[in-house]
């Protein structure tokens, strides 16, 4: 049986504090005291958010300062001005915590660059895989390197954004800066000579992914979209579909049938691709909200008939 992944456990406490905080509360940190070890930065922070907003300030408290002065982990600033920690406003300790978290993520951002794991052709075909927001490229290989259920005909590398976003992890802006990387990426691999180019998105990654596709010279033979975040629709819907349907680009929408934020996204691309007679399919995961499905099978086959 497989373990559930943070972010799962994440989406189920969402969907719990939709019943109320406490209960969500209790869920989640239940979870995290059964193995800590597997939790991040995100989940410490999920937690101090729930707690305050089930009115537990001290706990809140303590949640960010096991998480900011113990672990030495970081936040976006905003993220610490959410709603949730009203509470601690006025505070001289959560002040303290969120001075040094923010300092902490002034060096990151000063520092941080985009890493490209690629380092030369080594199979046949190829999978680019791009994280979402609050992830990392470890996150994406984790995520998408079991659809290929060890198939030698296809190599799997990633590309990790240069925005940090919390402690270990990283973030796309939707405009026209985070982008380029991942476009001159794609423009890399094309000259290797590959079979096929796949690139596989998850949320945010999926927005990059078509701005690369619709801005730059970079393209790809199919791209595969899961649980799509897509503000690209907003201003550039038509300039996304001249690019898919001039680089002949096949697309691949997958989306929970719960993720009530990407799902009439989804379905918007999808029928703007169709519309323009593109090829393109769109799944929803029953059962599932803003994650991959628990079973890879309908990936695991695309990969085997595409390989």
């Keep these: 049986m497989n373990l559930k992944s943070e972010n799962d456990i994440l989406e189920e406490t969402l969907a719990i504090a939709a019943e109320g905080y406490e209960k969500a ?9 059964k193995t800590p070890e597997a939790y991040g930065p995100q989940t410490l922070y999920f937690l101090a958010c729930l707690a305050g907003g089930a009115e537990r300030t001290e706990e809140a408290l303590g949640w960010l300062r ?3 002065a113990d672990n030495g982990w970081w936040y976006r600033p905003e993220v610490l001005e959410d709603e949730d920690l009203e509470g601690l406003k006025g505070n001289a300790v959560f002040a ?3 001075a040094a978290s923010d300092a902490r993520y002034a060096d990151a951002l000063s520092g941080a660059k985009p890493l490209l794991s690629w380092e030369g052709k080594t199979a046949e075909n ?3 895989a791009v994280h979402g927001n609050t992830q990392n490229g470890r996150t994406a290989r984790n995520d998408w390197e079991p659809m290929l259920a060890g198939n030698s005909r296809w190599q799997i590398e990633t590309i990790q954004s ?5 402690f270990g992890t990283y973030r796309w802006s939707y405009d026209m800066t ?3 990387p991942v476009a001159e990426a794609m423009e890399k691999m094309q000259r290797e000579g590959y079979r096929k180019i796949v690139c596989g998105g998850f949320s945010a990654g999926c927005d990059v992914l078509l701005r690369a596709v ?3 010279p970079a393209r790809c033979d199919m791209l595969l979209l899961q649980s799509p975040w897509l503000p690209i629709l907003r201003d550039h819907g038509e300039a996304l579909i001249h690019a898919l349907r001039q680089k002949k680009i096949a697309l691949r929408i997958f989306c929970g049938g719960e993720d009530e934020d990407c799902l009439p996204m989804a379905q918007q691309l999808y029928a703007a691709a169709q519309g323009e007679g593109l090829d393109v399919q769109l799944s929803i995961q029953e059962g599932c909200r803003h994650q991959f499905p628990p079973e890879p099978d309908a990936f695991e086959e695309l990969f085997s008939t595409e390989g």
């Design 25 to 33: 509360y209790r869920f989640l940190m239940e979870a995290y005291e």
């Design 66 to 68: 096991k998480a900011i």
């Design 96 to 98: 303290s915590l969120k």
């Design 126 to 128: 190829l999978l680019l």
């Design 162 to 166: 240069a925005e940090p976003d919390g």
């Design 178 to 180: 985070s982008f380029p």
């Design 214 to 216: 619709a801005f730059a």
